[in-house]
């Protein structure tokens, strides 16, 4: 039913690893395959292609849905559906930046302090562009193809580089201007297939599983026991999604208790859950949560 085109690249193996977990897993012969299957009614063709052509892709009907990056969709001015940002990138779960840099001793405060005939190198020309016009700047652009960063003081005179903590580009003497963008990671349609009912239904409900393998991610399944007279000290130190479940034991006065709760600060949870009467506890993954 649906045409589906996926970011081939550093996306890659992140974009892979959630489908797996939302049980759409990816088949294809090899690593360097840009095609591909996945065994879902809901999707009979899969294609790899760079994430910065694929939103013009989606634009033109070529396919139904695809996975790329706002920055890529606001860059090539694609008119395109969103069914939503999907919170994960290469490295961490926190969206990307296009950020304008500058050489640490560089004089500029602002990006209204750059001289006319500044020379910028980018991965980005049209948002670049688009951004000095807003701040009357009269530059020249330079087209970038990767190792942008590397570029200045010796080729140009600042970037505009897309980064997820900035590392890189302190590293190689740079410091941050101005932000032009941030990015997450985005599911996007074509605009007459999303206007299909069929195919809106299938997309949503492909949408629906990717969303509840991404909250997953941050959270675990605990089970324990306790027994009566402890009770209400563990159930106040749970945090959970909603009312813990709790079920009582035949035996021995004892409450069996599970929740959800955030996987960040469990490893401090647990000891206090302990100290304050539970037992028997247990820590689960959870691959997917639909809320």
Not at 57 to 67: A, H, R
Not at 69 to 97: C, F, H, I, M, Q
Not at 99 to 118: I, R
Not at 225 to 233: P, Q, R, S, T
């Amino acid at each position: 039913m649906l045409s589906l085109v996926l970011p081939k690249g550093s996306l890659e193996r992140a974009t892979l690893e959630l489908f797996d977990a939302a049980d759409l897993a990816v088949r294809r012969g090899s690593d360097r395959d840009y095609h591909a299957s996945i065994d879902d009614p809901r999707i009979d063709r899969v294609r790899f292609l760079r994430p910065q052509e694929i939103p013009q892709y989606v634009e033109q009907g070529l396919f139904d849905l695809g996975i790329t990056g706002r920055d890529w969709v606001t860059e090539t001015d694609s008119d395109v559906a969103s069914l939503g940002e999907l919170s994960y990138s290469k490295a961490t779960a926190n969206p990307v930046r296009i950020v304008f840099a500058v050489p640490n001793d560089a004089p500029w405060k602002t990006a209204a302090d750059l001289p006319d005939g500044v020379r910028i190198s980018t991965e980005f020309p049209a948002l670049t562009r688009r951004f000095l016009e807003q701040h009357g700047v009269k530059a020249v652009v330079v087209p970038s193809y990767g190792a942008t960063e590397a570029k200045v003081p010796d080729i140009v005179d600042a970037i505009v580089d897309i980064t997820e903590t900035g590392s890189s580009l302190r590293k190689n003497g740079l410091r941050i201007l101005d932000t032009l963008l941030t990015s997450y990671t985005e599911l996007v349609a074509n605009k007459d297939a999303y206007a299909d009912p069929d195919k809106r239904a299938a997309m949503e409900d492909i949408a629906l599983l990717l969303r509840g393998a991404i909250s997953a991610r941050a959270r675990v399944l605990l089970k324990l026991n306790v027994g009566a007279g402890e009770l209400h000290d563990v159930l106040a130190l749970l945090p959970a999604m909603s009312s813990p479940k709790v079920t009582a034991l035949a035996a021995g006065g004892m409450h069996a208790v599970e929740t959800v709760v955030a996987k960040k600060g469990v490893n401090t949870l647990i000891p206090a859950l302990k100290s304050a009467g539970a037992r028997d506890i247990l820590e689960l993954p959870i691959s997917k949560i639909v809320e």
